[in-house]
């Protein structure tokens, strides 16, 4: 992509200033366009060190209201971020939508100079282009307008810049100890950029390559580019998306009318069942926390089919200090206004602790789907978006337990009818809930998909019977010893 | 791809005919919405050999009117088809809107097979893929659905069915050489398989894996992915897709006023020229011939330009067997409801033969841009898809020459006047060309940017100062003897 391609001509000075001031003035008009349809726009730079990708960032916001971008610069990740997925640090700093965020070199950086310093093997490789392309895509098929910029220049212009920021006392800390490495090896990173660039070229987040040999060159260049790709976006308007088929080996799972659910457990063996597996599972969580295993929980079920409870059982065993509980409610408006799985992106826990979600990003094709509050296209390939989600966790290492939580119809009545009459169990009943009652045959037919459609063989579904609450603690504690220890 | 994928399950006989005449009655209704949406669907079916492909077209072709689709078998190319370009006899057999075709194996098989047989090269490879991967985009962003299955079945079953078949006297026929080749080289052909289905894996044109093990489950399965894919098609109406930087090399070339128009020709010093040059470029052709070198010779320009007589000064030296003549006017109803390049894919000479066409590819950018034709997306995006068109035909060896006539505007005025004041000149001047001429300053920004644009190395533009026929014509036979010398 980089050799052999010609460079749009640099324009006449008399030119480049009309122009640099339509394509500003452009930019300034969009920004309420921008809000209005509701666009996130995310803008990643990326290109040889002193090629000014800082500085064209600077030029560009200059157009746009504060309230409306931010500048990420991404350096070296943080210990704490060196503890999260490796996609997690650019999936939480996604715009909201009707906002910009410019990211000052990302995922690109990363993996190339992963690449550059022999610390990814060809398998390592393939499976970070893999989740970049995912995330990417999920991005824009989620209406995100990804624009990728390179900022290029030759050796010798390189070269020249470095020497001349060095020389002055002033400008030296500018040039970092990758700038010199990468102009002394110049063709060596060519070549993996050019291979990067190739690989992750696609139609719907293509690369623009940027001739940064002037800067207001290359700002003019970011900028027609940024204003030409907003208009297109703004034309497109609840835009469907091919649904991929799913490539990930699935465990074939039952329907839930297929379960029987007279299972129990007498309340002695309970007791000391549940002693037992709680010891068990507190010893474990020491162990994971020094092997820096995460683990992530996820709990699905009926109303009043005892989620609650039963996450308490396992809570009660671990240490306070490595463990969260995420309730899941409805999503903030700042949440909402994000692609929907930003929200747990950005709670997962670090390697060595537990985070345990009362009900998760399932949502998407339950309520949401049922609810209509995400479009027919937005749910169905959201089995997908969830597999590929997981794939992340687990290829980071993570544990994953999902957990669906079932009971009958008539448990369920039983149960609303005891909280309905019980003054200290009021509080957990609502309308709501006698609403979602009586569209039982409908969500049994989307849990029944659910399942069926994300039971990957890295994260099955598994299924809690608690008609009997006792039963349904003691499996969930087995289940996630087991789990814990097969990874352990 | 192929490998560790679970296939979806077969369902229960009940379910897995209720499923089936559901998905047949909602494909039998959507026809009429692919009509009303002039929505394209191009289904292409590849797979291994036995693997049911031809019955399953058959059975899912029963529920659409014979009027609404074709199906197209593409076996070892004719020898015509194999002196034309590598996807010309792809492009020509694209739906037009409204209809579908179903293509029983097409260009996977062919380069896969070319692979499997070692013709292929791992440079030669890649650039089939990229002309692929171009193809099928170029369709999409046009505004096709293109569904791709791969039929899959294991080595054993494969086996099996051809034993079967060799069996019966009856359908003995229906094994071919490739069939029992690829049975024996199952799992060199699963590699090659394996990484194309991957490298062409666009999320705008997905793979489909069919479990092929039974024919309804195949049939169930491609039903109900195609008419997922139409109805997500039918929702997106005019999308607007981003427009992709130019990466072929391009010439730099003046603007068309800085072109200096007064330069001529002595009428004696013509006639000897002209002899000398049409005697040479005779004698090419034959040369031409020989060698099976294509050549298409594209002629754009001002009305009144001179481009008839010009055209005519090259034809008179050509042997009337070895070219032809396109004269492109507005297109024709069935070639409106294809791809805008399509009329041009099926006009392509044969290798050794030439070309001409007076007016050519080029009307997206001036007149169905200046006149509203087609989208600002479409021919804004028009520039790099003819760039990748010429890129096609310079790959498959095609000497292409491409001339913009030049006058200034004094002169037009002079010819029209003439024209309209010469009995037998006025059937050459219409209303059409007045209104044109009133949009010269639109048209000569729209020729300049296409000029700029599309100058690709491979197939830069010559401009012909006309304002002296004499030495324009002279030109284009120095530029078009040039250029086929250097190409023999």
Redesign the interface.
């Given at each position: 992509?980089l050799k052999?391609?010609?460079m749009?001509?640099k324009p006449e000075e008399a030119e480049l200033k009309a122009r640099l001031s339509a394509a500003r003035n452009r930019l300034a008009a969009q920004q309420m366009q921008i809000k209005e349809h509701k666009l996130p726009v995310l803008v990643l730079m990326e290109g040889w060190g002193t090629a000014g990708k800082g500085s064209t960032i600077g030029q560009v916001i200059r157009n746009i209201d504060p309230r409306f971008f931010k500048v990420v610069s991404l350096e070296k990740a943080t210990e704490e971020e060196r503890r999260k997925p490796f996609l997690s640090r650019y999936f939480t700093n996604i715009p909201e939508a009707g906002k910009f965020v410019f990211l000052d070199s990302g995922w690109m950086d990363e993996v190339t100079k992963l690449c550059l310093h022999e610390k990814l093997d060809g398998k390592a490789y393939e499976m970070k282009i893999d989740s970049i392309r995912r995330f990417e895509?999920q991005l824009t098929?989620n209406g995100y307008l990804v624009l990728k910029f390179f900022f290029h220049i030759g050796e010798k212009e390189q070269k020249k810049r470095i020497d001349s920021l060095l020389e002055d006392i002033d400008t030296k800390w500018r040039v970092s100890d990758s700038d010199k490495w990468q102009n002394k090896h110049y063709d060596k990173c060519m070549e993996v950029y050019d291979r990067y660039l190739e690989v992750t070229n696609?139609?719907?987040?293509?690369?623009?390559?940027v001739d940064a040999k002037s800067r207001k060159w290359a700002e003019l260049q970011v900028l027609e580019?940024l204003t030409?790709?907003i208009d297109?976006?703004l034309?497109?308007s609840?835009?469907?998306?091919?649904?991929?088929?799913?490539?990930?080996?699935?465990v074939?799972m039952p329907k839930l009318e297929e379960i029987p659910l007279d299972v129990m457990m007498e309340e002695e063996e309970y007791k000391e069942e549940l002693d037992r597996l709680q010891e068990h599972l507190r010893e474990l969580h020491n162990r994971l926390y020094r092997k820096q295993v995460p683990v992530i929980i996820a709990y699905e079920g009926w109303d009043a089919a005892g989620k609650g409870g039963n996450i308490k059982r396992i809570t009660e065993a671990l240490d306070p200090r490595g463990f969260e509980v995420h309730p899941i409610a409805s999503p903030e408006p700042h949440e909402k206004a994000r692609h929907y799985l930003w929200r747990f992106w950005s709670r997962l826990p670090k390697t060595g602790h537990i985070a345990i979600f009362d009900r998760s990003w399932y949502g998407r094709v339950m309520v949401e789907r049922l609810e209509g509050f995400c479009s027919e296209?937005d749910w169905?390939r959201a089995y997908n978006e969830m597999n590929e989600f997981e794939k992340e966790l687990s290829d980071w290492g993570a544990v994953i337990i999902k957990f669906w939580v079932q009971i009958d119809k008539d448990t369920q009545l039983q149960r609303f009818e005891l909280r309905q009459n019980t003054p200290e169990k009021r509080w957990k009943i609502t309308d709501e809930d006698w609403r979602n009652r009586e569209k039982w045959d409908a969500y049994e037919a989307a849990v029944n998909e659910m399942i069926q459609k994300t039971s990957t063989v890295y994260a099955p579904w598994h299924i809690l019977e608690s008609v009997d609450k006792k039963y349904a603690r003691i499996k969930a504690l087995k289940i996630i010893i087991e789990e814990i220890e097969k990874a352990l």
């Open positions: 992509m052999d391609r010609t749009a001509e895509r098929d696609a139609p719907s987040a293509p690369w623009y390559i580019t030409e790709g297109i976006a034309q497109n609840a835009l469907a998306v091919p649904l991929l088929q799913n490539v990930f080996p699935l074939k296209n169905k």
